[in-house]
Structures are given as C-alpha cells and as structure tokens.
Nanobody, 120 residues
C-alpha cells in the first residue's frame, strides 16, 4: 500500500505564489513518475506537470514558464512551485505517483487533493 500526503494549498491573490508538496510512503520499491493534476467542477482532470525518472519533465501548456516541478528522490517527495498565479489556476490539485512496490506490483496512487484558490 502506498499513501500520499499533500500540503501547501490555500488562497492567494493573482500574481502570487504557492508551493505544493506531496510525500509518498508505504511499501515502495521504486518510483518512476511523480506529478500534479488539477480539476475544476464539470471539467476533466488535466495534467499540470510531471517528472519521470531520469529527470525529464512535462508541463501543461497553460502553466509553462510559471510553474516548476521538482522531486526529492531521497524523501519520495514531489513539489510544485507555482508563480504568477492567475484566477484560472483555481482548482483542486492532485498528486499522482506511479511506481512499483516491494512485491514488484505496479501501482498508481492519487493524493486526497488540495484546494488552490486564486482571487483578490
């Protein structure tokens, strides 16, 4: 079993910054991808950013140049630094981790979600 604990959401004014964190724990043998998705009511969950083992990263078009994803492999933790936030960034942000357990079973886990609200 793999557990994800997210933190860092909240209310921020347009142009402000927030940093999200997601720590993975449990019977983890290896992690090959960690990322962030977001969802607003009535819309599909969309990729914000992810990072793959080896260092490659992917960003959604709407956040390129403003958000930065990083990863601490020793802590099994992924971060999302969000700068120049806009009202349209308001959403519930979900952490996503893909890997394999000690029993060599592949898993995909989701965090509980953290609300980010950008408003004046």
């Amino acid at each position: 079993q793999v557990q994800l604990v997210e933190s860092g959401g909240g209310l921020v004014q347009p142009g402000g910054s927030l940093r999200l964190s997601c720590a993975a724990s449990g019977s983890i043998f290896s992690i090959y991808a960690m990322g962030w998705y977001r969802q607003v009511p009535g819309k599909q969950r969309e990729l914000v950013a992810d990072t793959i083992s080896g260092g490659s990263t992917n960003y959604g078009d709407s956040v390129k140049g403003r958000f930065t994803i990083s990863r601490d492999n020793a802590k099994n933790t992924v971060y999302l630094q969000m700068n120049s936030l806009k009202p349209e960034d308001t959403a519930v942000y979900y952490c996503n981790v893909k890997g394999s357990t000690i029993a060599t079973i592949r898993f995909t886990s989701w965090g509980q979600g953290t609300q980010v609200t950008v408003s004046s």
